[in-house]
């Protein structure tokens, strides 16, 4: 088969055609139908399957499953299968006789301008065919040729789309002759196309001269100044053109100054976005010139354009001047306003409450947050339980037929003539809310399950709030715990003993104290390394007497008892020193105490009254000394005794 063009009889499959015909009869088909078996290998009678099966052998490429499961159906959807040219000239044969499928979406499909030919051919023959989607095929100049020569014969296709295919501004040409003689087509997309400013020219003369398309999108076409105002030209005189998408174009001031002009007398256009095309205020002054003609326009779409709260006052101006303005929808949602627009707004609003407008936000220079409005689903639903109504008693005299499904306008007046406290802007949010996918109707059966998704987020709110009071909680105990630690450690209480810390000992200063609570002082002895530690004996050490009992068998005064005071620990001289460490099952007495004072202290003005609480356990140590000594003299004089007996 000759792959450079495709005719009608290779379409069929004619039997001279397929060189494979006795490899497809002896392997393919069940050879228990023997009387039909003629008929197969001619391709007459054959079905749609049966078709596509034996064209995608033919030329060399994989069946598509899908369409396979979906014959039969309306709509077959082969989008971003990789198709390739030979995959489109397969299922092209296969639709050449089919009758059931009116829409083929064939999107991302790298068909080509070889591919393109392939089902243009088809459509030749196929009249079943209403909408056709080829974008983002990379048909190229060759692909927009053979499209618009088809366009010029055929008679079935009401919707096709061309966005993404590499067109250039020569190639509008064969769109403007095409559909200056093709009225059936509805809906043309060329978006993302290189159309430029020549291309505009084309695009302009093709809608002066065609009455038939109603849907145009060439956003992301490059069309700029001269492009813009040549196409404006074809607007002007349009008379079937009622939603226009030339977003992301470039028009600029000027191109602003074409469409006011157009809209002027154009009598058609409905929706018009011009997003993106950096028109400034100036243009905006210059297409509400047109505006305050026009009586058709109801959406107007200038995001993200260049403008300020001066073009947004013009705007608004122009719906409240204008009495027989039928704009509905203004989109200035990254343009930040004043108050005075807010104010424009509402008195604008009181006279077209149908107006809706869609900007940044409201401040100086930082954005300031509308105020929080009450839930509408919630003061629906509470509007009701009030009156001991359901829904359906609420909208019985606009849903009919009882499905819960009505259209929005007829919602919205129905809200706004009741008596339910809802401003417009809390009616425009519950319309959203029940019409998700904007299909321009209400399904208000979500109102009903209102009640318990009011449950579910109180309940939910009332956990994140106990999961933070709960945290919050346990960082304040935290602190609070740190804070009383650090006030230990830095302010000692009469109801704790001070102790040396486990810092180095410096002669140059005063030896750190850390505060610990008298009750876990069981006993103190003193270490090797001549500190104070806390250590809780056990039972097979040494206990101290008790400072009661000791001072009432023997006063403190005693000679015996005679012991030197701890040393002023926070005098600035140098620290004391022991000569003989302390064992822990008790304290070695002095027995010279002129001998001890040397050792102890090389002056005596080191030796000075020591705390309250450190002279109990001093006292303490005092007693055992003297026991210590009492016992020693008394083993003395028992031994002298025996002696001398």
């Known amino acids: 088969m000759d792959q450079s063009g495709l005719s009608m009889d290779s379409l069929s499959l004619d039997e001279r055609d397929s060189p494979y015909e006795t490899e497809l009869e002896e392997d393919e088909w069940d050879t228990d139908l023997e ?50 040219p030979l995959g489109g000239k397969a299922l092209a044969i296969a639709l050449v006789t089919d009758m059931h499928t009116t829409r083929l979406e064939l999107a991302d499909n790298f068909l080509l301008g070889e591919g393109a030919r392939y089902l243009v051919e088809m459509l030749r023959a196929n009249f079943t065919i209403q909408n056709l989607d080829l974008s983002n095929n990379h048909l190229q100049s060759a692909g927009a040729e053979c499209v618009a020569k088809m366009l010029l014969d055929n008679i079935s296709i009401k919707s096709i789309k061309l966005s993404g295919n590499g067109f250039i501004e020569d190639d509008a040409k064969w769109f403007a002759e095409a559909f200056s003689s093709n ?143 039928a704009i509905e929808e203004i989109n200035i ?23 809706e407008v869609q900007y940044g936000g409201v401040g100086g220079f930082i954005a300031k947050k509308p105020p929080k409005r009450a839930d509408p689903m919630k003061v629906i639903q509470d509007y009701l339980d009030e009156r001991k109504l359901r829904l359906w008693d609420f909208f019985r005299n606009i849903d009919k037929d009882g499905t819960m499904r009505v259209p929005v306008s007829e919602f919205r007046k129905a809200v706004q003539q009741s008596s339910i406290p809802l401003d417009r802007f809390q009616i425009e949010e519950l319309i959203q809310r029940l019409d998700r996918e904007g299909t321009g109707s209400v399904d208000y059966r979500g109102l009903a ?62 030896q750190p104290f850390s505060a610990t609570p008298l009750s876990s002082w069981h006993h103190i002895i003193m270490s090797n390394s001549s500190r104070y530690s806390v250590t809780n004996l056990s039972s097979e050490h040494v206990h101290l007497p008790m400072i009661g009992r000791t001072s009432s068998s023997r006063p403190l005064s005693s000679p015996a008892m005679r012991t030197y005071s701890q040393p002023n620990l926070m005098d600035d001289g140098p620290l004391p020193y022991l000569t003989k460490p302390a064992s822990a099952h008790g304290i070695h007495s002095i027995s010279n105490p002129s001998e001890g ?49």
């Open 183 to 325: 009225y059936r087509v509805k809906e043309l997309d060329l978006s993302h196309n290189q159309f430029s400013g020549k291309g505009g020219e084309y695009l302009g003369q093709m809608l002066a001269n065609n009455e038939g398309i109603e849907l145009l999108d060439l956003s992301w076409n490059h069309l700029r100044m001269k492009g813009a105002v040549a196409f404006c030209a074809g607007l002007k005189v349009n008379v079937t053109l009622k939603q226009l998408d030339l977003s992301w174009n470039g028009f600029g001031n000027e191109g602003a100054l074409a469409l006011g002009e157009a809209l002027k007398f154009n009598n058609t256009l409905v929706d018009l976005d011009l997003s993106n095309n950096r028109i400034t205020n100036e243009g905006v002054g210059m297409l509400c010139r047109g505006l305050e003609a026009n009586d058709t326009l109801r959406t107007l779409k200038l995001a993200y354009n260049s403008l300020t709260v001066e073009g947004a006052l013009a705007l608004i101006r122009v719906v409240k001047n204008t009495p027989k303005t």
């Open 333 to 355: 949602c990254n343009v930040l306003v004043n108050e005075n627009f807010v104010q424009l707004l509402e008195l604008t609003c009181q006279e077209h409450p149908s107006l």
């Open 449 to 510: 399950d209102t009640r318990k998704q009011m449950m579910r987020d109180h309940r939910r709110q009332l956990r994140k709030v106990e999961s933070r009071q709960k945290k919050e909680k346990q960082k304040s105990d935290r602190i609070l715990k740190t804070f009383q630690t650090a006030m230990e450690a830095v302010t000692p209480r009469s109801s704790m003993v001070m102790s040396p810390g486990g810092a180095k000992e410096d002669s140059s200063g005063p």
């Open 35 to 84: 009387p039909e078996a003629e008929r197969k290998s001619t391709g007459k009678g054959m079905s749609t399957a049966e078709l596509y099966l034996q064209a995608c052998k033919l030329v060399g490429v994989i069946p598509v499953s899908y369409f396979l499961r979906n014959l039969g159906c309306a709509t077959i959807n082969l989008n971003h299968h990789g198709l390739g």
């Open 597 to 645: 004072t040397s050792k102890l202290s090389p002056t005596a003005n080191l030796l000075t009254t020591s705390r309250p609480a450190l002279n109990a356990n001093q006292s303490a140590r005092k007693v055992s000394k003297g026991k210590k000594k009492t016992s020693k003299k008394q083993v003395e004089k028992t031994s002298k005794n025996q002696s001398k007996k």
